[in-house]
C-alpha cells in the first residue's frame, strides 16, 4: 500500500471515529481508577523491530512491564501479566528481573491472590504468559484473539501464541476464568473499556482507564514507544500498518492527549509520570 493511499485510509478511520472518540473528562459519578505502570524487567531491543523503517544500528533497552488499576470496591485489575517461564528467561535474558506477581507486590503491595482482573492485550508470551501467577483473576481477551490462536482441546492454531501460553490460557477458560470479549468499545467493568486495535496480533486490544484526571489509554504493543505516536509510525510487528496507524489516531482522540497515552515498552513512560519508586510510576 502505498504511502498516499495509508494517509487516506488514516483520514477517513480518524473521520469516522471522530464523533465516537471525542475525548471527555469523567463525571462526578463516574467510578475513577488509579493506573500505576510496574516495570519487572528490561531487555535489549532493536528499535528497528519496534518502529518500521528504523535504522537497524539503533538499540533500546525497553521496558517490560504491567499496568495496574484499582478502583472502587477493592477491585484489582491487571493489564497484562507479563511472563515467568524459564525458557523465555533462558531465551531473552532479561535485566533486572522481577516475576510479575513478586515486582506488582513490592511495588503497590497487592499480593498476587488480590488481583480479582487481568486484561490480556493480546497472546503474545511476554504479556500473556504470567496470567496464571494471580490464581483468582478473571481474563478478559478478545473473543477473536481466543478462538484464532487456540483450540477447543487446547492447541496451538497459530504460531504467534507459546504453546504453554495456549495450555494454559485453555486450563484457566476449563477453570471458568476467562471472559471472552466479543468486539470494539466494550466496557468491562465499570470505568474500563476495551478497544479492538491494530492487528498487531489478529485480534489485539487496547484500553481506556477512567481516572480522576480523564481518560487514561493503556496502549500496550499496539504502540511500543512514544516515537510510533509521536511520528506516527506504524509499529514494525504488525499483520496490517494501515489499520495500526488508525488505532493510534483514535487513541489520541480518546485520550484527548498524548500525555494521557501510555505505550506498550517505552522506558520513558518513567520519566514523563510521577514516580513513586524506582520501576513503578503513577499514571493519572
Same mark, same amino acid.
Given at each position: 500500500?502505498?504511502?498516499?493511499?495509508?494517509?487516506?485510509?488514516?483520514?477517513?478511520? $480518524?473521520?469516522?471515529?471522530?464523533?465516537?472518540?471525542?475525548?471527555?473528562? *469523567?463525571?462526578?459519578?463516574?467510578? =475513577?481508577?488509579?493506573?500505576?505502570?510496574?516495570?519487572?524487567?528490561?531487555?535489549?531491543?532493536? +528499535?528497528?523491530?519496534?518502529?518500521?523503517? %528504523?535504522?537497524?544500528?539503533?538499540?533500546?533497552?525497553?521496558?517490560?512491564? +504491567?499496568?495496574?488499576?484499582?478502583?472502587?470496591?477493592?477491585?484489582? %485489575?491487571?493489564?497484562?501479566?507479563?511472563?515467568?517461564?524459564?525458557?523465555?528467561?533462558?531465551?531473552?535474558?532479561?535485566?533486572?528481573?522481577?516475576?510479575?506477581?513478586?515486582? +506488582?507486590?513490592?511495588?503497590?503491595?497487592?499480593? @498476587?491472590?488480590?488481583?480479582?482482573?487481568?486484561?490480556? $492485550?493480546?497472546?503474545?508470551?511476554?504479556?500473556?504468559?504470567?496470567?496464571?501467577?494471580? *490464581?483468582?483473576?478473571?481474563?478478559?481477551?478478545? =473473543?477473536?484473539?481466543? %478462538?484464532?490462536?487456540?483450540?477447543?482441546?487446547?492447541?496451538?492454531?497459530?504460531?504467534?501464541?507459546? @504453546?504453554?501460553?495456549? /495450555?494454559?490460557?485453555?486450563?484457566?477458560?476449563?477453570?471458568?476464568?476467562?471472559?471472552?470479549?466479543?468486539?470494539?468499545?466494550?466496557?468491562?467493568? @465499570?470505568?474500563? =473499556?476495551?478497544?479492538?486495535?491494530?492487528?498487531?496480533?489478529?485480534?489485539?486490544?487496547?484500553?481506556?482507564? /477512567?481516572?480522576?484526571?480523564?481518560?487514561?489509554?493503556?496502549?500496550? #504493543?499496539?504502540?511500543?514507544?512514544?516515537?510510533?505516536?509521536?511520528?506516527?509510525?506504524?509499529?514494525?510487528?504488525?499483520?496490517?500498518? %494501515?489499520?495500526?496507524?488508525?488505532?493510534?489516531?483514535?487513541?489520541?482522540?480518546?485520550?484527548?492527549?498524548?500525555?494521557?497515552?501510555?505505550?506498550?515498552?517505552?522506558?520513558?513512560?518513567?520519566?514523563?509520570?510521577?514516580?513513586?519508586? @524506582?520501576?513503578?510510576?503513577?499514571? #493519572?
Amino acid at each position: 500500500m502505498t504511502t498516499r493511499r495509508v494517509s487516506r485510509v488514516i483520514g477517513a478511520v $480518524s473521520l469516522g471515529l471522530l464523533a465516537l472518540a471525542l475525548p471527555a473528562r *469523567p463525571s462526578a459519578q463516574a467510578p =475513577r481508577w488509579d493506573v500505576h505502570a510496574v516495570r519487572f524487567a528490561s531487555i535489549p531491543f532493536q +528499535v528497528s523491530g519496534l518502529i518500521q523503517g %528504523a535504522d537497524p544500528s539503533r538499540r533500546i533497552d525497553i521496558a517490560m512491564m +504491567v499496568w495496574v488499576l484499582r478502583g472502587p470496591n477493592n477491585r484489582v %485489575a491487571i493489564v497484562d501479566a507479563g511472563f515467568y517461564r524459564e525458557k523465555f528467561m533462558t531465551r531473552w535474558k532479561p535485566a533486572e528481573y522481577h516475576k510479575p506477581s513478586e515486582a +506488582v507486590q513490592a511495588a503497590l503491595g497487592i499480593a @498476587p491472590e488480590q488481583v480479582t482482573d487481568i486484561i490480556v $492485550s493480546h497472546i503474545h508470551w511476554d504479556h500473556a504468559d504470567g496470567a496464571d501467577l494471580f *490464581p483468582n483473576a478473571r481474563v478478559w481477551l478478545q =473473543r477473536e484473539e481466543y %478462538a484464532h490462536h487456540i483450540s477447543d482441546a487446547g492447541a496451538v492454531l497459530d504460531r504467534a501464541i507459546d @504453546p504453554d501460553v495456549a /495450555t494454559m490460557l485453555h486450563a484457566i477458560k476449563a477453570a471458568g476464568r476467562v471472559s471472552l470479549v466479543d468486539g470494539d468499545d466494550q466496557q468491562i467493568m @465499570p470505568g474500563v =473499556r476495551v478497544y479492538t486495535g491494530g492487528k498487531h496480533t489478529f485480534a489485539s486490544q487496547f484500553v481506556g482507564v /477512567t481516572t480522576r484526571s480523564g481518560t487514561v489509554i493503556l496502549a500496550s #504493543d499496539n504502540a511500543y514507544l512514544y516515537e510510533n505516536l509521536e511520528k506516527k509510525i506504524a509499529i514494525a510487528q504488525t499483520l496490517d500498518a %494501515a489499520s495500526n496507524l488508525a488505532a493510534q489516531a483514535r487513541m489520541l482522540m480518546l485520550a484527548g492527549s498524548l500525555a494521557k497515552i501510555v505505550p506498550g515498552h517505552d522506558p520513558a513512560v518513567f520519566e514523563r509520570f510521577p514516580i513513586m519508586k @524506582p520501576g513503578v510510576a503513577r499514571i #493519572d
